[in-house]
């Protein structure tokens, strides 16, 4: 059975390209590892065989900022590692978004002190903030899928 029997006298399927495009994104992010305190092992974890983030499009984790487009902080930043975070961010392709996982980066968690950065925001801008401490993998999933959809409603005069 073909395309052409399926689709009936269509012809041309068309689509707005706005559209294929953010389909695209959303369903091949990239992640950067950047795993500070104890949410990295969850975040480690949502790649393991039980949770599968592969079938969200994210394959890899990668090490390096220059092959990632999305940017998952998962733990405290302390104020010494708040310009290493600005910087990988910066090298960053756009377009690009980031994960504040778990309490710590979201607000500094039960971490409120001159060394810790009370919240990721003060640095980098945040698309999604997953709750917990730490988050369970079951969170970091909903907080991609929930990342997904925001990149699914962009319009064109949204991109860079």
Known sequence: MGVEQ??????????????????????AMWPMLF????????????????????????ELMRPSPRQSDLMI?????????APVLRRLYDQ??????????????????VFNNYAI????????????YVAGCPPRPEALLDGIMSLGEKIRRESLKDWD
């Open 6 to 27: 399926k689709l009936g006298n269509m012809g041309v399927v068309t689509y707005r390209l706005e559209d294929l495009v953010n389909w695209g994104r959303s369903n």
């Open 92 to 109: 960053m392709p756009a377009p690009k978004w980031v994960i504040a996982m778990g309490d710590c980066a979201s607000c500094g968690g």
């Open 35 to 58: 795993g500070l305190a104890c949410c990295a092992i969850e975040m480690m974890s949502t790649q393991a065989a039980h949770y599968d983030a592969s079938r969200f499009g994210m």
């Open 117 to 128: 950065v009370q919240g990721v925001d003060e640095i980098v801008p945040v698309d999604v």
């Open 73 to 81: 902080v998962a733990g405290r930043v302390s104020r010494k590692m």
